[in-house]
């Protein structure tokens, strides 16, 4: 079917989602059906209902929009047959796909994971491979089957976690990679050009979703860690700290070598640059700091407003 426009129903919610969909409707060889997205949810202070971003994007192309409160629903599934799609396209959706929904595309369902496979299944795949300390990461085009990222992998593509990355650019620039690598899978897929090829469930990791207590920065930790949960959680959901009965969260961080006599999370330098912290090994220069219910700000904008000074600790 080499040059026929490929039918596509795309299923994704959030930010993440939006590069590949941009692509699809981009491109001369997808047909984009309908878009199958989450329900408009309460959203802010206001609780304010508030549509996900990929709805947005499909009316603003005056693409079709189906939003079940389940997907597994028989009306939703009869509804996305009659489209006769040749993929079903899932970039962080977040339902489950059911096996009668997954059988519905003539070519495949075929999803987007923001990890390299099998590392890093499940929920938070860009926060845990940071916060562990991975250096590369990367996204892989993958076909769908009944479990957890389990499927054939069609492509991976590779990116780097540098000391100037947070996990909001690091986010940004996989649903980029992911984006191009998405447009290409599905094409070399229908000409027969790219062979699926099956897992090492024998290397496989899990990316649970993160969990409250792991907010809490331990300054006890080495300088390198300290750095990477700070980074890993920037600027969501964030990594929370304590200054002078106040909850804070710092933004960015950056490891520094070197012991001192310090306990752990004291201040040890304020300079323009920001705020040299104590950890359990180095320290860390913290350069951006956001108050809590506050805009973020310079961390040495956050010690004048504070009356801050050496010695001062975060808890």
């Known amino acids: 079917m080499t040059g026929d426009p490929l039918s596509v129903v795309f299923m994704g919610t959030p930010d993440f989602a939006i590069p590949t969909l941009q692509a699809l409707i981009d491109n001369d060889r997808f047909n984009l059906k309908a878009v199958v997205t989450q329900p408009d949810r309460p959203k802010g202070r206001g609780k304010k209902l508030a549509i996900p971003p990929v709805k947005k994007l499909a009316l603003d192309n005056e693409i079709a929009v189906f939003q079940p409160e389940k997907v597994r629903e028989q009306e939703t599934v009869d509804a996305i047959k009659s489209l006769e799609p040749d993929y079903l396209v899932v970039v962080a959706y977040g339902q489950i796909l059911p096996l009668p929904l997954l059988a519905i595309p003539k070519l495949a369902p075929v999803n987007l994971h923001a990890s390299l496979l099998p590392k890093y299944r499940g929920a938070a795949p ?70 699926p090829r099956k897992q090492d469930g024998a290397l ?56 001192s006599d310090d306990a752990p999370g004291v201040i040890q330098s304020i300079t323009r640059k920001g705020v040299v912290v104590s950890c359990g090994e180095g320290s860390v220069l913290i350069t951006e700091i956001k108050p809590e219910g506050k805009r973020a700000m310079e961390a040495h904008a956050f010690t004048l407003g504070r009356s801050a000074q050496v010695g001062d600790t975060f808890v």
């Not at 100037?164 to 992911?178: C, K, P, Q």
């Not at 969501?236 to 710092?250: I, L, Q, R, S, Y």
Request: proline share 2%; with cysteine; hydrophobic share 40%.
């Open 204 to 259: 496989a990791t899990y990316a649970k979703k993160l969990d409250k207590s792991e907010f809490k920065i331990d300054w006890g930790q080495t300088s390198d860690q300290v750095s990477r949960r700070i980074r890993g959680l920037s600027p969501f959901p964030g990594a929370a700290t304590t200054f002078k009965n106040e909850t804070v969260k710092p933004l960015f961080a950056k490891a520094l070598s070197g012991n």
């Open 126 to 195: 860009i926060h845990r491979a940071f916060v562990d300390g991975e250096t590369i990461t990367g996204v892989c085009a993958m076909m769908m089957e009944e479990g957890l990222d389990t499927g054939d992998l069609l492509a991976c593509k590779k990116t780097e976690i540098t000391n100037d990355d947070t996990v909001g650019r690091l986010h940004d620039r996989l649903a980029a990679i992911g984006a191009a690598l998405m447009v290409e899978s599905l094409i070399d897929y229908s000409e027969g050009s790219i062979t």
